[in-house]
């Protein structure tokens, strides 16, 4: 019995190493690389969030501002980072900051996460306690307590309503 077809020294054909797959799990290299440079630009984000919240209690709104501003860079669909930068800038409403820019950050907070109850309550923090717009701020705070009833905020709201104004 000859074996046909076999013989080590046949000049059969080689079988090429399969190629590696450049699709792992379905997604190509490039957006691999998308995905974690999202992710890094987001870890970047939040360490400049730490840095601006580290630059806020020492007293250094400027710093802060400037921090914030990077984050948002990074991360521009992050409604918090708008509303902290909001606050930062609220610190420094009488050295430069107008009343405009610092509710562009709190609007465009409110934008991105309608159902953020801190972002309503801190542009209506700011209306009525930096604006004195306490018809502007009662809408804003009712809003954020339909989101979640803070009792501290329903005390704030219950004030504005009896005419006795904005409280802490």
């Given at each position: 019995?000859?074996?046909?077809g076999?013989?080590p020294?046949?000049?059969?054909?080689?079988?090429?190493k399969?190629?590696?797959?450049?699709?792992?799990?379905?997604?190509a290299p490039?957006?691999?690389?998308?995905k974690?440079s999202?992710?890094?630009?987001r870890?970047?984000?939040?360490?400049?969030f730490?840095?601006?919240?580290?630059?806020?209690?020492n007293g250094?709104?400027?710093?802060?501002i400037?921090?914030?501003?990077r984050?948002?860079e990074?991360?521009?669909?992050?409604?918090?980072y708008?509303s902290?930068?909001?606050?930062?800038?609220?610190m420094f409403l009488?050295?430069?900051?107008?009343?405009?820019e610092?509710?562009?950050?709190?609007?465009?907070?409110v934008e991105l996460?309608p159902d953020?109850?801190m972002?309503?309550w801190m542009?209506?923090?700011?209306?009525g306690?930096?604006?004195?717009s306490?018809?502007a701020a009662?809408?804003?705070?009712d809003r954020?307590?339909?989101?979640y009833p803070n009792?501290?905020w329903?005390?704030?709201?219950?004030?504005?309503e009896?005419g006795?104004?904005?409280?802490?």
């Amino acid at each position: 019995m000859t074996n046909r077809g076999f013989s080590p020294n046949a000049n059969s054909t080689k079988r090429k190493k399969p190629k590696r797959n450049k699709f792992r799990s379905g997604v190509a290299p490039s957006d691999r690389q998308s995905k974690y440079s999202i992710g890094d630009a987001r870890f970047k984000a939040a360490n400049y969030f730490m840095a601006a919240s580290a630059a806020i209690a020492n007293g250094d709104e400027v710093a802060a501002i400037d921090m914030m501003d990077r984050a948002i860079e990074l991360a521009p669909t992050d409604s918090s980072y708008y509303s902290f930068r909001g606050l930062a800038k609220s610190m420094f409403l009488l050295a430069g900051y107008d009343a405009d820019e610092i509710m562009a950050d709190f609007n465009r907070a409110v934008e991105l996460a309608p159902d953020s109850p801190m972002a309503w309550w801190m542009r209506a923090k700011f209306k009525g306690e930096d604006l004195k717009s306490l018809e502007a701020a009662g809408l804003d705070l009712d809003r954020a307590i339909e989101l979640y009833p803070n009792p501290q905020w329903v005390r704030i709201r219950e004030s504005i309503e009896n005419g006795n104004g904005w409280i802490d």
